[in-house]
């Protein structure tokens, strides 16, 4: 059974720093596309960073870019997302996702079909 569990989440202060893992179970990430996304209350999920199969690519959103960072251990079947100085705006829910088709990762919803329950992510002095 395909399942993706992500975990990491938790309060940090702004500037502080947190490292999101997506453990996979069920197939071998590193064959798959792999995206993460955030959902703030009221606000529509949107994609955050994304790494394809066999690591060819990797993509960020602007927003992130030079705070965040993707990485995948193929051993522990586990993609990673540090997330470094942090803001009050990047408090969210988090969730991971696989796209199985897609010949690169993409920063779209639409094309992932499998989701993790989420992690919450909290920003606060």
């Known amino acids: 059974q395909v399942q993706l569990v992500e975990s990491g989440g938790g309060l940090a202060q702004p500037g502080g720093s947190l490292r999101l893992s997506c453990t996979a179970s069920?197939?071998?990430?590193?064959?798959?596309?792999i995206g993460w996304f955030r959902q703030a209350p009221g606000k529509e999920r949107e994609g955050v960073s994304c790494?394809?199969?066999?690591?060819?690519?990797?993509y960020y959103a602007d927003f992130v870019k030079g705070r965040f960072t993707i990485s995948r251990d193929n051993a522990k079947n586990t993609v990673y997302l540090q997330m470094n100085t942090l803001k009050p705006e990047d408090t969210a829910v988090y969730y991971c996702?696989?796209?199985?088709?897609?010949?690169?990762?993409?920063?779209?919803?639409?094309?992932?079909?499998?989701w993790g329950q989420g992690t919450q992510v909290t920003v606060s002095s």
């Open positions: 069920g197939f071998t990430s590193y064959y798959a596309n």
């Open positions: 790494i394809s199969r066999n690591d060819r690519s990797i």
């Open positions: 996702a696989t796209d199985y088709f897609s010949s690169t990762c993409r920063l779209d919803r639409a094309v992932y079909t499998k």
